[in-house]
């Protein structure tokens, strides 16, 4: 056999058997490798650092250095700019730590995990699900650690089913993020590309919303792309949940964002995995 066809049977072999593998092994083998990816993390404490040091940086950083000339331009002082910043911070966490997802995947690739997975009689998406499930449990472990910060700062939730609906909300957006990571974990050929480019990506996003500011002051060109910012929508949908103000608007454009970023990222995070030689 040559090897150019031994490359062709190598690459669509995956296709194949991933259609032969019922729904109930693919949940099956999520779950094994959900617990592999905790394993790992629990032989390496440090991978946790960023879930745990993040929040209460950024929180600290922002309230302290920022809360009080933001404040009153609020109208609320310190206080009020706590009760603003935070609903924003939590959708920062959620877009912050899906870069995580791409790093790691890049390195089980350059660790040659990855081609021993594939060479398993395994689903292939169930190695994409696990690590998008192990990534959102990392940033509900920061989404706690925010809001116990949070709380220690001043921060009064006034609608827990709120907090709850938020902290869904920014989840559902994560987990479609992470397939923009995952691309880029694949297609990249290190983790620190990854890093870079995830700068690149998550930087105007983040400051170019409404997260840490009102978006009235900005220039006009500026606010037309805060206004099509899904992190802004996802910051506009936490403040109302969480601390009151309208949110049907902000909620139905994240999760149409959401949607869209899966349904276009998803497929294609899933095609370069099967056929990455």
Known sequence: MSAATTTAATTTAPTTDDARISLRAHLRHTGALVRRNLLWIRQDPESMFDAILMPVVFTLLFVYVFGGSIGQALGGGQDGYVQYVIPGMLAMTSMTLSQGVGTGFNQDFNSGVMDRF???????????????????????????????????????????????????????????????????????????SVQAMGFLVLFPLQFGSSIFTPTDTMPGWLQNFTDYNPLSSLADAARGLMVGGPVAHDVWVTLGWSVAITAVMAPIAIHKFRTKS
Not at 163 to 182: I, N, P, Q
């Open 118 to 192: 594939r060479s398993l009689p395994i689903g292939r998406g169930s190695v994409l699900f696990a690590k998008i499930s192990v990534e959102l449990a990392r940033m509900l472990f920061a989404t706690a650690v925010l809001m116990i910060v949070a709380t220690a700062v001043g921060f009064e939730i006034t609608s827990w089913p709120g907090l709850f609906a938020t902290v869904g909300l920014a989840a559902v957006f994560a987990s479609s993020v992470m397939w923009v990571f995952l691309t880029l974990g694949v297609i990249m050929k290190n983790a620190q």
